[in-house]
């Protein structure tokens, strides 16, 4: 059974299945969130994490890179305390550090956002390269989990779904031409 099978109706899938999964995301911090949240998602349940994501939100300051970037071991001591989110050492330096790094990106490329879109389009295996190149914690799993959720990869929604039509009238980025600026590389 496919994600549109099972969410739809649902308290917290139904919600988040019918107007965030697949939906292409242009705010950086938006992005950052999606990304947080798959990487806490490893090894648990997406419904644990969904439970846990307004938790998040205030534990990571509404998810502003620039704030969590300048997050201080005192304040992660304090996230490893915090038993409103997943209190995993490795997830939360993850956070911190990866946005640190998407405050790099912002230097070379402008954004999170636009550092995606440069990199656009890729296979799922040339994300996941780039991906471990670029951030921490992002396996295959989380690389490409995160690259559905915001619409850089296909395959979020199934065809027949009626989300998928709504997503399509949004031209996310695994929908876009493919344009001489962001051709694949040989």
Same mark, same amino acid.
């Given at each position: ?71 201080? !071991?005192?304040? %992660?001591? @304090? #996230?490893?305390? =915090? /038993? !409103?989110?997943? %209190?995993? @050492? #490795?997830?939360? =330096? /993850?956070?911190?550090?990866?946005? @640190? ?86």
């Amino acid at each position: 059974m496919s994600y549109c099978d099972i969410a739809p109706g649902h308290p917290f899938h139904g919600p988040y299945h019918d107007h965030e999964y697949g939906f292409p995301i242009a705010d950086d911090n938006a992005l950052f969130e999606r990304l947080v949240l798959e990487i806490n998602q490893a090894g648990l349940s997406w419904l644990t994490i969904l439970k846990k994501r307004d938790n998040f939100r205030a534990a990571f300051a509404g998810f502003d890179i620039d704030r969590v970037a300048r997050f201080t !071991g005192k304040r %992660r001591e @304090r #996230l490893l305390n =915090d /038993a !409103g989110i997943i %209190r995993n @050492r #490795l997830k939360i =330096d /993850a956070a911190i550090e990866n946005a @640190r790094r998407i405050v790099e990106l912002r230097k070379s490329h402008g954004g999170f956002g636009a550092w995606l879109d440069a990199h656009h389009p890729r296979s799922k295996d040339e994300w996941v390269r780039l991906f471990k190149k670029t951030f921490v914690f992002t396996g295959g799993e989380i690389t490409g989990s995160f690259l559905l959720s915001c619409g850089y990869l296909d395959g979020a929604h199934d065809r027949w779904c009626p989300v998928f039509a709504k997503i399509a009238r949004l031209e996310p980025p695994w929908m876009r031409p493919v344009s001489p600026r962001n051709a694949p590389m040989p």
